[in-house]
């Protein structure tokens, strides 16, 4: 069992299955747009690759989303969503406007230090290109694997900027994107109880 040391105190439970919700700020309803929902579940199969968690059910409903998950370790349930939250929000402003291209081009980069693959990895250019700290073939093909997962994403999410601005145009009437400050969690106590958040989600 572990203390989150943050704003809201917050215990974890080795082993445990979490059942997670989070909405955005003032409850704005973002996710009637299909396109946010597409980001959203783009980022959550991303983030089930990177940090290698098992996803058992989730739903996206207009202003938040429900999950039920096993995050692998005590550290995890927080880990993943801070990747979630801050990834979601920061792409779906760079479909709005309110993000740059070069801010996302770092953020993507960024996120091969969010895999543990236990070595100190190097960025040499702003195309996703990663080299490893020790010649290890098999290190190697996972920064390859990586590096290909984000450039489809990189691809994705200029397709669907252009969607946007074709439905809306610049002008759109969307405010920024910001999620609430914390989520809220609980951890499944058996069963039963998996079962009734299956059925919720």
């Not at 005590?74 to 479909?95: A, D, E, P, T």
């Not at 709005?96 to 953020?107: C, F, N, P, Q, T």
């Not at 693959?117 to 080299?131: D, M």
């Not at 809306?168 to 058996?190: A, E, I, L, P």
């Amino acid at each position: 069992m572990s203390l989150h040391k943050g704003n809201q105190k917050r215990i974890y439970f080795e082993g445990a299955i979490y059942f997670v919700t989070c909405h955005t700020q003032n409850w704005y309803r973002f996710f009637e747009e299909p396109i946010f929902c597409e980001v959203f579940i783009a980022n959550l199969r991303l983030c089930k690759t990177m940090h290698k968690f098992s996803l058992y059910a989730f739903i996206v409903i207009s202003h938040h989303f429900h999950l039920l998950f096993f995050p692998g370790d005590v550290k995890g349930l927080s880990k993943i969503m801070h990747f979630l939250k801050r990834n979601i929000s920061r792409y779906i402003n760079f479909i709005l406007g309110y993000s740059s291209e070069g801010a996302i081009h770092e953020s993507l980069l960024r996120m091969e230090e969010e895999v543990n693959l236990g070595v100190r990895g190097k960025i040499l250019h702003k195309n996703f290109n990663f080299l490893p700290a020790r010649s290890d073939r098999k290190l190697k093909n996972k920064y390859k694997v990586y590096r290909g997962l984000l450039e489809e994403h990189w691809e994705f999410l200029k397709k669907l900027k252009n969607q946007f601005h074709e439905k809306y145009g610049v002008n759109h009437k969307f405010s920024k994107f910001r999620w609430q400050k914390s989520f809220r969690d609980h951890y499944v106590r058996n069963q039963k109880d998996f079962e009734a958040h299956i059925k919720y989600s």
